[in-house]
């Protein structure tokens, strides 16, 4: 059984461990506002039981429970949203409207995933998405409010990882949930420079340009800080911005300079390389054979997006 592991933040924000393939790479949140609550990402249907156990460590009645927030459909930030609606009869389902029939019927996000993890590691990683009952969805728009008992979110329209990504910026913390928009980061990848974070260009609605236009919506809200999916708070966020605006080009420079024989493998080499190189000039001495086992499936998402994009392109 999974080990329920959880930091407390400020402004009423928890942290929890989602234990996505290993500890430290995916995390969701609760928030509180005077006895009302709203799970920002679910984590798989590994994570419901963990949740269920922090909000009755906390006396939360499952009733408090007002909104459970996934920022997209993919299946380690909402991969669990079933379980936890089955558990938690008073919650809504917020999610983006490309986004909220794979919520209602998960079977052929079920399948696409099987296909690519196969069988036995998509049960052994995500167990069994659960269909939501249509009622109980709400479907974003860009700029809707959602009130927490005065505690105001904001639902922000982020494309570009994903075209069915939102992102909840809370007036209260001055903070941002960005998913996975604003990179993810692994704590080993770290110096004094402060974290590492990289843009996964994961499969299969990848479209950098607009990424780009979302990296820029998201600096207008003035963030003190985000709260990362790949993973916590991250403070002064602004500072990161240029960094993941390099490296998407970068990214798009090189898939642009291949041909389609061979590409996603060459894609990955260079990616690989890539990064290697900038957590060097960042001041970290991770040897690259733990870089690279620590962040395998993030590189091979990269490229796998990259070259999908690419293949979209060249048809068009």
């Known amino acids: 059984m999974l080990e329920l592991k959880y930091k407390e933040l400020p402004y009423g924000i928890t942290c929890i461990e989602s234990w996505y393939q290993s500890e430290g790479i995916a995390c969701c949140y609760l928030l509180e506002s005077d006895g009302q609550c709203v799970l920002i990402d679910t984590g798989t249907a590994r994570t419901t039981p963990l949740i269920m156990a922090l909000l009755e460590k906390r006396s939360i009645a499952k009733e408090q429970v007002k909104y459970i927030i996934p920022t997209h459909v993919h299946l380690d930030h909402a991969g669990g949203a079933g379980q936890l609606m089955a558990e938690l009869p008073e919650a809504q389902l917020v999610i983006h409207p490309f986004g909220a029939r794979h919520m209602i019927d998960p079977s052929k996000l079920q399948a696409g995933a099987t296909a690519v993890y196969g069988e036995e590691a998509f049960n052994q990683q995500f167990d069994t998405l659960l269909p939501i009952d249509a009622t109980r969805v709400i479907e974003m728009e860009d700029g809707m409010e959602l009130d927490l008992n005065d505690r105001i979110l904001h639902l922000i329209d982020t494309p570009g990882h994903a075209r069915h990504h939102l992102t909840v910026w809370d007036e209260k913390s001055k903070g941002l949930f960005t998913g996975d928009v604003y990179g993810g ?6 110096s004094s420079n402060g974290r590492y974070l990289m843009p996964v260009t994961s499969p299969v609605q990848l479209d950098p340009p607009v990424w780009h236009e979302t990296i820029d919506k998201l600096l207008t809200f003035n963030p003190e800080r985000v709260f990362l999916t790949h993973y916590g708070m991250l403070e002064n ?9 390099k490296d998407l080009d970068a990214y798009v420079e090189m898939a642009q300079g291949l041909n ?7 894609l990955l080499e260079q990616i690989t390389d890539y990064h290697m190189k900038n957590i060097q000039a960042h001041g970290c001495d991770l040897p690259r054979q733990e870089f690279e086992r620590l962040i395998a499936p993030d590189l091979v998402l990269c490229a796998q997006g990259l070259d999908i994009w690419m293949q979209r392109q060249e048809k068009s």
């Not at 980061?185 to 770290?190: D, I, K, L, N, W």
């Not at 389609?260 to 060459?266: D, L, M, T, V």
């Open 185 to 190: 980061g692994y704590a080993e990848v770290h």
């Open 260 to 266: 389609a024989e061979n590409r996603y493998e060459n």
């Open 237 to 245: 966020p602004e500072k990161y911005a240029q960094q993941l605006h």
